[in-house]
């Protein structure tokens, strides 16, 4: 098809929007039955099968591309925290507790693409000419493993209402430690530079935060995204070794994570570039299944790199929608789940609460000296006596 482009640029671009769309070539492997002409069918019938509802949600994703792709990068270049935001359970926006920033966080087991998935991000929104983020100066160790949390502003833009933060993979014979300081960043927060335990030995002690670190603001997480490597899954399910799913699912369904009760984390599917069309939806649809989510709702298949090895850019219009998509719905998510503020009444409450704690600790010290005295009286009484 690519030798065959040479006509002129409608030619070139049509072709390469084609591409873009590779689960297009589908209606030509699949017997007459895939593609555009099955998602098609299956938006006829009654019940579709989870393969066509995944056809169907990357056919949406593409003609929103084509239509919307410019409008929701300026919702995004011009969004402020609090915009998303939604009233409920009669509270008003000035007594919800907004932060100023809203942050990101992207989770995942080693090797799954989250630093690929920044750049792409940058080239994605940033689009100011400049060279991918992670070919600067990383925050990588020597096994090119992020070794620090990273705060990205993934738009360049002095006035950005979020950011994204870069976590180190968490490995699958670890996946204890890992998941115990994921749920201290989700429950402390998180700040840029911070040093991540699962760089250094298990039988290491903690590593102190560099001193150039301690002073960047520490964020709290409002809303964090999985990624997943879709490659792994899948020979995962071939190969029977359970590992790298049962990893993935633990981190998925960990309780720490869950912004609200009721919705799964947003998960990002990586590498399933590395697979054939068939066998990418195939993994899509088994690995959701074995998650117990749905294949449509909050799941996304990006690309990062393309088959030449470099960032995906605006020739593929498709997956620069479903980043800006993945990242529009967390805040989305984020907007709709912030916490209400302290009244002043709970603000009397601790006050006085811990007044008391204060007051009875001091009586108990009181109580405990005055005893010993009294002990100490009666001993000396004692011997005057004898």
């Known amino acids: 098809m690519r030798s065959s482009v040479q006509a ?19 209606e030509f492997d699949g017997g007459g039955e895939g593609g555009r002409t099955e998602a098609a069918a299956g938006s006829r019938g009654a019940g579709a099968s989870p393969r066509v509802r995944v056809l169907r949600e990357l056919e949406r994703l593409a003609a929103a591309a084509n239509v919307s792709l410019d409008d929701i990068r300026h919702k995004l270049l011009t969004y402020n925290a609090g915009d998303l935001w939604l009233p409920a359970g009669g509270i008003s926006k000035k007594e919800t507790d907004i932060p100023p920033v809203i942050t ?33 100066i990383p925050l990588a160790g020597n096994d090119g493993r992020t070794q620090c949390l990273e705060e990205h502003n993934v738009l360049r833009s002095m006035r950005n209402g979020f950011c994204i933060f870069d976590s180190r993979g968490l490995d699958c014979d670890r996946m204890a430690d890992g998941l115990e300081e994921v749920a ?7 700040s840029h530079g911070q040093p991540c335990r699962g760089a250094s030995p298990p039988d290491a002690p903690a590593p102190a935060s ?28 071939l190969s029977g ?13 960990y309780p720490p994570i869950k912004i609200s009760p009721t919705d799964s984390p947003i998960l990002v599917l990586t590498h399933g570039d590395e697979l054939s069309p068939e ?24 690309s990062c790199l393309n088959e030449y090895g470099t960032v995906v850019d605006e020739m593929d219009p498709a997956t620069s929608y479903a980043v800006a998509e993945a990242i529009f719905r967390a805040l989305v998510v984020a907007d709709r789940t912030h916490p209400a503020k302290a009244s002043i009444k709970e603000w009397l409450l601790v006050v006085i609460t811990w007044a008391m704690c204060a007051l009875s600790t001091l009586f108990a010290f009181l109580s405990c000296c005055c005893s010993k005295l009294a002990k100490t009286n009666r001993e000396y009484t004692k011997l005057r006596t004898q």
């Open 104 to 136: 990101i966080l992207l989770l995942g087991l080693a090797g799954t693409g989250k630093t690929a998935l920044v750049e792409l991000m940058y080239c994605v929104l940033g689009r100011s000419g400049f060279l991918p983020f992670a070919q600067s």
């Open 279 to 302: 066998e990418r939806i195939q993994a899509r649809v088994k690995t959701c299944e074995y998650l117990g989510v749905s294949e449509t709702n909050g799941v996304y298949d990006i």
């Open 210 to 237: 560099a001193p150039h670190a301690t002073r960047f603001l520490r964020r709290r997480v409002n809303c964090p995204i999985v990624v997943a490597n879709l490659y792994e899954l899948h020979h995962s399910l």
């Open 8 to 26: 002129g640029d409608d030619a070139s671009e049509g072709s390469a929007a084609f591409a873009a769309c590779w689960w297009r070539c589908l």
């Open 241 to 253: 070794d359970p590992r790298p799913l049962e990893a993935t699912r633990d981190l998925f369904h």
């Open 184 to 190: 201290e960043w989700m429950g402390e927060g998180v």
